[in-house]
Each structure stands twice: as structure tokens, then as C-alpha cells.
């Protein structure tokens, strides 16, 4: 099946720098997602990106869907503490079926670590 | 209550029980799913239903069986599971058929074998 690369798979940054991280895929997605999770609950979706080509902000984080539809990052600028968690890339593409039926691949994830 | 919610948040059980999880959505969304997220590992999903129907079954071995009776309710029962079955099991919604819209997901039920 799909894969998605990505990196880093952690990173630990002092508080006020920025942070960049990014995914890969050989596959075409119509759709980059970007989700964070806390301990203990589900990712929440932070951006999404519909076209090629296309950069969204959502604050202090900015993503960009890749001209190739095959690779997005994600930046987020002056960090601060409640940043820390696990930031995921998913790739959404129509499935095997067609129709209505979609399938969200997800990258392992890249731990932010925020040191005051 | 709002978003997609599910119970319990956590559960032990022993390889000779049988449980259930539930999910419930209140968004109106047409699409649910079971994902696993098991340490180091990608989120895997498990089962897809669209309206109601079920369009994905990602080799899911048989000791879980998913049930969805109306497009609100979604429940993954389980029976003679294995410890390394111990996991985050999470669900999410999705409307498929208004245009493509990421994920909402569940707040997820850390499930531990014993």
C-alpha cells in the first residue's frame, strides 16, 4: 500500500524557534492534512490543502501542498510550550472502489519536544 | 454532547473476554472508521463505513468484528484478542459526499491485554 515519509521522527527545540518538517510519498494524493495529537487523545486537524502548488496558515503554522501532489511540510514559527505533541501528515486519495469511498494514509509522526 | 465521542477511554481485558467499544458522532457525517495506533507504528485503519455499509476491511483478523447500525453509531466488538492487540484504538468521521474534508477524530480508547 501507500506510504508516506516522514521527518524528522523527533525533535526537541528551545522555546520561541521555529520548526519545520515535512512528508514524502511515491504516490499522488488529492489531498495533504495535517494533524496534531496530545497524549492521551486523538489528532486534531490543523491544516488542510485541497490544490497543488497551494500554501496555507492556520496562526503560526504554515503548510504547503507540493507542486508534484507528492510531498507537503509543515512550518510552525516562534514555538511555544503547549506546541509538544505529535504532528501528522496524511495523504487522502480516492480509494480502489471509486465513488465515495476515500482512503486517509497517515505518516508515522514527528514528536515535538518545547523546552521552556 | 459535540464532535465524535468514544467509550470507554480505557479498558483492560484478559484474552477470554468479550468486550465492545463505541463510537458516536454528532456531525452529521456519512463516513466512519476504525483505526489501531500501536507504539512506532503508522495509524492503521481497520474499517471503513460509508452510509452504513462497510467498504474496507484492511485484513483485520476475525477476533474483530465492527457493527454500524445507523450513520451516528459505530462499535468494534472484541473477543479472544492477544496482548499485542494492545493499543489506541480510534475512530473518526468523515462527510464524503459534500466534497473531500479531512477527519474528525475520536478522543480514542487505550485498550491493554492482559
Known amino acids: 500500500g501507500q506510504q508516506l515519509n516522514q521527518s524528522p521522527q523527533s525533535m526537541f527545540i528551545q522555546e520561541g524557534e521555529d520548526v519545520s518538517m515535512n512528508c514524502t510519498s511515491s504516490?499522488?494524493?488529492?489531498?495533504w492534512l495535517w494533524y496534531k495529537q496530545d497524549p492521551g487523545e486523538g489528532p486534531v486537524l490543523l491544516i488542510a490543502?485541497?490544490?497543488?502548488?497551494e500554501l496555507t496558515s492556520n496562526g503560526r503554522l504554515t503548510a504547503q501542498f507540493g507542486i508534484t501532489r507528492k510531498d507537503s511540510f509543515l512550518n510552525i514559527s516562534a514555538s511555544i510550550p503547549s506546541d509538544v505533541g505529535i504532528y501528522f501528515c496524511a495523504g487522502l486519495q480516492r480509494g480502489v472502489s471509486g465513488g465515495s469511498n476515500y482512503k486517509l494514509t497517515f505518516g508515522k509522526g514527528t514528536l515535538l519536544t518545547v523546552n521552556p | 454532547e459535540t464532535g465524535v465521542t468514544q467509550t470507554p477511554r480505557h479498558l483492560v481485558m484478559g484474552m477470554t473476554n468479550k468486550k465492545s467499544l463505541k463510537c458516536e458522532q454528532h456531525?452529521?457525517?456519512?463516513?466512519m472508521y476504525w483505526y489501531k495506533q500501536s507504539a512506532k507504528k503508522p495509524l492503521e485503519l481497520m474499517f471503513v463505513y460509508n452510509f452504513k455499509e462497510q467498504t474496507e476491511n484492511n485484513s483485520v483478523p476475525s477476533r474483530f468484528s465492527p457493527e454500524c447500525p445507523n450513520s451516528s453509531h459505530l462499535f468494534l466488538h472484541l473477543h479472544t484478542l492477544q496482548p499485542e492487540d494492545s493499543a489506541l484504538y480510534l475512530c473518526?468521521?468523515?462527510?464524503?459526499?459534500?466534497?473531500?474534508?479531512?477527519?474528525?477524530f475520536g478522543s480514542g480508547t487505550r485498550l491493554t491485554v492482559v
Open positions: 456531525l452529521g457525517h456519512n463516513a
Open positions: 504516490s499522488i494524493f488529492n489531498t
Open positions: 490543502l485541497y490544490k497543488a502548488g
Open positions: 473518526a468521521s468523515s462527510q464524503v459526499d459534500r466534497g473531500v474534508h479531512g477527519y474528525t
